[in-house]
């Protein structure tokens, strides 16, 4: 059965940079209280060099997106932004700094919904759904137990990040 997928080399390789990037960095935050450290920061070098490799193919290779999902791309990630940056604001203001990585997580999450038609994505919805997921999560344990949201957080995140990043690089090199 053939893709139907239409999206560039060049769409994918910069996937593969964007969430591996974040995927480190989720993955480095959940080292705030380290029980698995040596593996997180294993996973966090992989997400680096998948983010490295993805840079290199997206940005050599031709192709570009069109102006209007460019600005709508604009708009969801500045609007991501600024409920992150606001709700970090509140929290750390609240004396609820723990629950910081919760929100940022959440709003990455629902931030996947309006991206997934922007990007020609429709895989994203359910990496959406898996990160608001992962926040509640996160959320449940800090709440329930002794264990830090970020860890909680932190890992979860920063595997599905890093794990959508590989796919997407994997796709990257699959495309003529």
Not at 96 to 123: K, T
Not at 141 to 150: G, K
Request: hydrophobic share 55%.
């Amino acid at each position: 059965m053939a893709s139907t997928d239409r999206r560039s080399r060049r769409s994918f390789g910069l996937t593969a940079l964007f969430l591996g990037f974040f995927g480190a960095g989720w993955l480095s935050w959940a080292q705030a209280a380290p029980p698995l450290g040596t593996w997180l920061s294993v996973l966090a070098w992989v997400s680096l060099a998948t983010a490295a490799a993805g840079a290199v193919i997206g940005f050599r290779s031709p192709g570009g997106q069109d102006q209007v999902d460019g600005r709508r791309y604009g708009i969801i990630v500045g609007v991501e932004f600024a409920a992150c940056g606001l709700g970090a604001v509140a929290l750390g203001a609240t004396g609820q700094s723990e629950f910081i990585p919760v929100w940022i997580c959440l709003v990455v999450g629902v931030h996947f919904f309006p991206l997934a038609p922007a990007l020609h994505d429709p895989l994203l919805v359910p990496l959406g759904v898996a990160m608001c997921a992962v926040a509640v999560a996160g959320l449940v344990v800090a709440l329930a137990s002794s264990v830090n949201a970020s860890v909680v957080v932190g890992t979860g995140a920063g595997l599905l990040l890093a794990g959508y990043a590989v796919m997407a690089l994997g796709k990257a090199v699959a495309r003529p």
